[in-house]
């Protein structure tokens, strides 16, 4: 997990950051740092750790363990000049759905002490930035998801903080809206502005500069997306097209000797530690359970491959 990024340049770093509840570990020994203007993104399922990560650089919780900094502040001892600098949007977008659009703006300039001149010209660039101008009467409680995503991260970027913090900001969004939503934090990243996300949506994973898989609050593996794939893939994937590709799960996951067997779209990803024997033993497989089989071709890995093979490697370790 080798972290290339320059001492100077970073302005989130974390040094064995440790979370307990009880017997219950949260967040397990995490080392990473993230360079100023970098869309960095913690990726993991549900309960991997990656909100209970955030909150501890907000300085929301104090870590059990490990120290952690943002912008040079520790995060245990000076949360309050941590939480001036940053911006923070949840996967609940905190917005006042009884006020309107420009009230909402305004409140949230008020809470970052944004007033005056400043406050209008910060109104009106946000608002074009999400493309919300014309709209600043119409009640939030009308918006659809999207419009609302949208004047949340307004709401949350209006005092230009240096460091922006993204706990799921997309969960239950459309796919329309989700690419909106990227495109306007690549605009924030090349203006200067750090960007550290969390996501379960592959997807958006390709997008970022680097990431970091999470899992059982663990980091199992950490790089570019490009870099993640090239180091930390424990197998060979086979792309199956065959008729029923649900019955072809089936029939592969029964037998029991290949690592991984997934649905992608109309096509079956399958992991194996061996190429030629894995192709040999599906053909038979499905053969066997009547299945026409049309193409078995070995591809490389998707992002997700790559989680899931991260993933039951690290079990592998923790189980040994």
Known sequence: MSDLTHPDDRVVVVDGLTKSFKRFVAVDQVHLSVRRGEIFGLLGPNGAGKTTTIRMLLGLIKPS???????????????????????????????????TVGQNL???????????????????????????????????????????????LGCAILHEPQVLFLDEPTAGVDPLARRIFWDLLYTLSDQGHTVLVTTHYMDEAEQCHRLAFMQRGAVIA??????????HMHGQVLEIDCASPDRAIMALRDQGALKEVSLYGA??????????????RIASVLQEAGISVHAIQEIAPSLEDVFISSVQAHQAKENA
Request: aromatic fraction near 8%; glycine fraction near 12%; avoid cysteine.
């Open 222 to 231: 950490m790089g570019t997306p490009e870099e993640i794939k090239r180091e």
């Open 267 to 280: 096509q079956i990803h399958v992991i194996t530690d061996d190429a030629q024997a894995g192709r040999e």
């Open 65 to 99: 363990a490990g120290t952690a900094t943002v912008l040079g502040y520790d995060v245990s001892r000076q949360a309050r000049e941590i939480r001036r600098r940053i911006g923070y949007m949840s996967q609940h977008f905190s917005l006042y759905d009884d006020l």
């Open 106 to 152: 305004t409140f949230f300039g008020g809470v970052y002490g944004v007033r005056g001149s400043r406050m209008r010209q910060r109104r009106s660039q946000v608002l074009e930035m999400a493309d919300l101008a014309g709209r600043e009467n119409a009640a939030t409680a009308s918006l659809a998801g999207g419009w609302r995503q949208r004047l949340a």
